[in-house]
C-alpha cells in the first residue's frame, strides 16, 4: 500500500461523454502524475503537476485535462471519449517533482469505454 | 526522444530458478533508470532505481539490476524465484529535462511454475 488513492476503481462510458477521475496523493507529496496503460502495453505518461501548475505533458491531445488542487489531490478529466480511451488510468505521487524522485502509483481506474 | 524495449513478453520460470529479464533503453544522456512490478489489479511498486555510481544496485524482494553502458541494458536479476514473484515487471527511464516523466517498456510477464 503506497498511500495513493484512486476513485472510481471501474467505470463504464459511452463514445462522446465525459469523464473525470480522482486520486488522493500520499501525505507530504506536491507533485502528481498520471499515466494511461491499455490493455498489454506499459503505462504511458499523461501530464504532471507540480504545486497546482502543470509541469511537462505527454502526447494526449488537449481533450486530456487535469487540474491538482491546494491539498494535493488531483483530477483527469477526459471530453469526447473514444473508444481507444479505454485503459487504466494510473496516478502517481513524489515527494518534488525531480526525476530521481521515487513516484508511489495508485492502484488505478479502470475505464471502459462503449 | 527516449525509448524502453523489453524483449521479453512472457517468461516461465520454475520456482527456486534464477530469473533475468531484458532491458534495453535509447537517451542521449546519462539515463536515471528505475525497475517496477505490477500485481494483477495492483499499481506498480517499485523495485530499484539507478542514478549514477556502482552500476549494480540491490533493491526489495531479493531483486539485483546492473546497469550497462555500453550495452544501454539494465536487465534485473533475482538469483531464486518464489511463486509471489509472478507479476509484471517493467523497466522505466527517467528524463531529467522534463520533469519526472518516465517512459515504460511494454513489459514482462513472469510466470512462475510449482
Known amino acids: 500500500e503506497t498511500g495513493v488513492t484512486q476513485s472510481p476503481t471501474h467505470l463504464i462510458k459511452t463514445r462522446g461523454q465525459q469523464v473525470t477521475l480522482r486520486c488522493s496523493s500520499q501525505?507530504?507529496?506536491?507533485?502528481v502524475s498520471w499515466y494511461q496503460q491499455a490493455l498489454g502495453q506499459g503505462p504511458q505518461f499523461i501530464f504532471q503537476?507540480?504545486?497546482?501548475?502543470?509541469?511537462g505533458r505527454g502526447n494526449f491531445p488537449p481533450r486530456f485535462s487535469g487540474l491538482q488542487f491546494p491539498n494535493y489531490s488531483s483530477e483527469l478529466n477526459v471530453n469526447a471519449l473514444e473508444l481507444d480511451d479505454s485503459a487504466l488510468y494510473l496516478c502517481?505521487?513524489?515527494?518534488?517533482?525531480?526525476?530521481?524522485?521515487?513516484?508511489?502509483f495508485g492502484p488505478g481506474t479502470r475505464l471502459l469505454v462503449l | 526522444a527516449q525509448s524502453v524495449t523489453q524483449p521479453d513478453i512472457h517468461i516461465t520460470v520454475s520456482e527456486g530458478a534464477s530469473l533475468e529479464l531484458r532491458c534495453n533503453y535509447s537517451?542521449?544522456?546519462?539515463?536515471?533508470l528505475f525497475w517496477y512490478v505490477q500485481s494483477p489489479g495492483q499499481g506498480l511498486q517499485l523495485l530499484l532505481k539507478?542514478?549514477?555510481?556502482?552500476?549494480l544496485v540491490q533493491g526489495i524482494k531479493g531483486f539485483e539490476a546492473e546497469f550497462k553502458r555500453s550495452q544501454s541494458s539494465f536487465n534485473l536479476r533475482k538469483p531464486s524465484v518464489h511463486w509471489s514473484d509472478a507479476a509484471e515487471y517493467f523497466c522505466?527511464?527517467?528524463?531529467?529535462?522534463?520533469?519526472?516523466?518516465?517512459?515504460f517498456g511494454g513489459g514482462t510477464r513472469v510466470l512462475v511454475k510449482p
Open positions: 502517481a505521487s513524489s515527494f518534488q517533482r525531480g526525476v530521481q524522485e521515487t513516484q508511489y
Open positions: 503537476y507540480y504545486r497546482e501548475e502543470e509541469n
Open positions: 522505466a527511464v527517467g528524463v531529467r529535462t522534463a520533469g519526472n516523466k518516465l517512459t
Open positions: 501525505s507530504g507529496h506536491n507533485t
Open positions: 537517451y542521449g544522456a546519462t539515463p536515471y
Open positions: 539507478y542514478f549514477s555510481g556502482d552500476t
